[in-house]
């Protein structure tokens, strides 16, 4: 473990990230170009954000199957666009058992051919309907450029993958899933975003509309977080996904999907990070306080530790994810610095004053240095912890979002707008030309990120063509 300082965020914020990562023992390499090892630190973090989704999609009725890696080359020509949409990124079987497969096998970028597949063979009548299912797995996309987390060839999410008997229930399915990811990205991760619909050049392949959710990043940037696509009829006619109504006519289903990855993780270290390392949010931080004792003698060091033992025992009880650091042969300044630099959102330090006078010294990750430190009793201790990780909860939403508002400009011109790109979002007036987005993204390296929902409905002109425009859009370079 190597104590030399993570380049600034200013300075280099690409290698800061990769550093931290790798640092902070989240994830690591793996042999095959464009892979990751998600190491158990990070893999935590994935199943926190795993559970706090898995518990909302449950509650709406949801549940949760598993359907296979390999799709028959076939399925994926099935729908055009869909098939357009993947082939360059597509990892294609043509072996198996030592001969050539008759039909090479796709490994799944995404489950919708598959699905429905399946659908066609289980729903036959309007009673059967909706179908409300999704599954937690890892896909394959041949990325040409990663970045651990944010871009990987094969990456780990859920899809959620539903059938219905009306256009309705479909839209009413896909902005609900989007409305579960809002919740969840800003109550448990919190980081505000920005719900909207994309456009149509960055519409998921094969779907009638698709919305997400975008974040800024702390350089700026903007990441798509969470996505929920309407699907239309569009696989349900490929794949012959239909039933019969009341009236006992044969309808197409009406389908859709969504989906939120470990890229989420990436969000997390890149909006709540510092210069010091990462800064989770106490309700996904794997370890939520960790306990550090401080002794000079074998005397002091039983007595500490008979004290920091009990404590964390009783954090642990009261389901507060608690770490007691045993190693022996590092400074208490240098564990301090470790574990500000994986983020634990609260340090309990406990010396031999402390087991004298029945306190401990309480240290907050949001706020470092003297600021974030109070001496409390040990008397009252857990409720104390519980408030004092609410309030890092709270500080850190309310630090992203004040960083995300003074980063996003409403321009003018289209010099104005120029500037506005280049250090956070734009919010623009479009016409909704293909034209104009693409001219956009050639000459500013900005893209349309999302046309947010709340929208004053007004008429003004487009930023780059000043043709009479509605909506306004939010414009940004991402990741």
Same mark, same amino acid.
């Given at each position: 473990?190597?104590?030399?300082?993570?380049?600034?965020?200013?300075?280099?914020?690409?290698?800061?990230?990769?550093?931290?990562?790798?640092?902070?023992?989240?994830?690591?390499?793996?042999?095959?170009?464009?892979?990751?090892?998600?190491?158990?630190?990070?893999?935590?973090?994935?199943?926190?954000?795993?559970?706090?989704?898995?518990?909302?999609?449950?509650?709406?009725?949801?549940?949760?199957?598993?359907?296979?890696?390999?799709?028959?080359?076939?399925?994926?020509?099935?729908?055009?666009?869909?098939?357009?949409?993947?082939?360059?990124?597509?990892?294609?079987?043509?072996?198996?058992?030592?001969?050539?497969?008759?039909?090479?096998?796709?490994?799944?970028?995404?489950?919708?051919?598959?699905?429905?597949?399946?659908?066609?063979?289980?729903?036959?009548?309007?009673?059967?309907?909706?179908?409300?299912?999704?599954?937690?797995?890892?896909?394959?996309?041949?990325?040409?450029?990663?970045?651990?987390?944010?871009?990987?060839?094969?990456?780990?999410?859920?899809?959620?993958?539903?059938?219905?008997?009306?256009?309705?229930?479909?839209?009413?399915?896909?902005?609900?899933?989007?409305?579960?990811?809002?919740?969840?990205?800003?109550?448990?991760?919190?980081?505000?975003?920005?719900?909207?619909?994309?456009?149509?050049?960055?519409?998921?392949?094969?779907?009638?509309?698709?919305?997400?959710?975008?974040?800024?990043?702390?350089?700026?940037?903007?990441?798509?977080?969470? @996505? &929920?696509?309407? %699907?239309?009829?569009? $696989?349900?006619? !490929?794949?012959?996904?239909?039933?019969? /109504?009341?009236? +006992?006519?044969?309808?197409?289903?009406?389908? @859709? &999907?969504?989906? %939120?990855?470990?890229? $989420?993780?990436? !969000?997390?270290?890149?909006?709540?990070? /510092?210069?010091? +390392?990462?800064?989770?949010?106490?309700?996904?931080?794997?370890?939520?306080?960790?306990?550090?004792?401080?002794?000079?003698?074998?005397?002091?060091?039983?007595?500490?530790?008979?004290?920091?033992?009990?404590?964390?025992?009783?954090?642990?009880?009261?389901?507060?994810?608690?770490?007691?650091?045993?190693?022996?042969?590092?400074?208490?300044?240098?564990?301090?610095?470790?574990?500000?630099?994986?983020?634990?959102?609260?340090?309990?330090?406990?010396?031999?004053?402390?087991?004298?006078?029945?306190?401990?010294?309480?240290?907050?990750?949001?706020?470092?240095?003297?600021?974030?430190?109070?001496?409390?009793?040990?008397?009252?201790?857990?409720?104390?912890?519980?408030?004092?990780?609410?309030?890092?909860?709270?500080?850190?939403?309310?630090?992203?979002?004040?960083?995300?508002?003074?980063?996003?400009?409403?321009?003018?011109?289209?010099?104005?707008?120029?500037?506005?790109?280049?250090?956070?979002?734009?919010?623009?007036?479009?016409?909704?030309?293909?034209?104009?987005?693409?001219?956009?993204?050639?000459?500013?390296?900005?893209?349309?990120?999302?046309?947010?929902?709340?929208?004053?409905?007004?008429?003004?002109?487009?930023?780059?063509?000043?043709?009479?425009?509605?909506?306004?859009?939010?414009?940004?370079?991402?990741?």
């Amino acid at each position: 473990m190597s104590e030399h300082k993570l380049p600034s965020r200013a300075e280099d914020f690409a290698e800061w990230y990769n550093q931290l990562v790798l640092r902070a023992e989240l994830a690591d390499y793996a042999p095959v170009r464009g892979c990751m090892i998600v190491r158990p630190y990070g893999w935590a973090l994935w199943e926190n954000i795993q559970q706090a989704l898995d518990k909302r999609f449950k509650a709406t009725g949801h549940v949760n199957a598993a359907f296979p890696l390999l799709i028959p080359r076939s399925f994926l020509e099935r729908e055009k666009s869909h098939v357009e949409g993947f082939s360059p990124e597509l990892a294609v079987v043509t072996v198996g058992g030592g001969k050539e497969l008759e039909e090479p096998l796709v490994v799944r970028p995404t489950s919708e051919t598959i699905i429905g597949h399946a659908y066609a063979k289980w729903i036959k009548s309007y009673r059967d309907l909706p179908v409300l299912i999704n599954q937690w797995n890892s896909v394959v996309r041949w990325e040409l450029r990663t970045k651990l987390f944010l871009r990987t060839l094969e990456f780990f999410w859920q899809e959620g993958h539903t059938a219905h008997a009306t256009y309705t229930e479909a839209a009413a399915e896909t902005r609900q899933m989007l409305d579960i990811y809002t919740d969840f990205a800003v109550n448990e991760a919190a980081i505000p975003v920005i719900p909207g619909r994309k456009s149509d050049s960055e519409r998921f392949a094969g779907a009638d509309e698709t919305y997400s959710i975008e974040a800024m990043m702390g350089d700026g940037k903007a990441l798509q977080a969470g @996505t &929920s696509h309407n %699907l239309g009829q569009n $696989f349900s006619k !490929a794949f012959d996904i239909r039933y019969l /109504d009341r009236h +006992g006519e044969l309808q197409y289903c009406w389908t @859709t &999907s969504w989906g %939120l990855s470990t890229r $989420f993780i990436g !969000a997390i270290i890149m909006v709540h990070g /510092d210069d010091k +390392g990462l800064a989770l949010p106490p309700r996904l931080a794997p370890i939520q306080a960790v306990i550090v004792p401080i002794y000079k003698t074998d005397e002091e060091r039983a007595s500490v530790f008979e004290t920091a033992q009990r404590i964390r025992e009783e954090l642990v009880a009261n389901d507060i994810r608690a770490k007691l650091d045993e190693r022996d042969g590092l400074t208490p300044g240098f564990k301090f610095n470790d574990w500000e630099m994986r983020g634990v959102p609260l340090r309990v330090e406990v010396g031999p004053r402390d087991v004298a006078n029945g306190t401990v010294a309480l240290a907050r990750r949001d706020k470092p240095g003297k600021e974030g430190k109070s001496f409390v009793k040990q008397e009252g201790l857990v409720a104390l912890v519980r408030e004092t990780l609410a309030q890092v909860q709270q500080s850190l939403h309310q630090r992203a979002l004040a960083f995300r508002e003074a980063n996003t400009q409403e321009p003018q011109g289209y010099d104005e707008f120029k500037s506005a790109v280049e250090r956070g979002f734009a919010r623009a007036r479009w016409c909704g030309s293909r034209e104009c987005e693409a001219k956009i993204k050639e000459e500013t390296k900005a893209t349309t990120r999302c046309i947010p929902f709340d929208q004053t409905g007004d008429e003004g002109a487009c930023i780059y063509c000043d043709k009479a425009a509605r909506e306004r859009v939010i414009f940004a370079r991402a990741y």
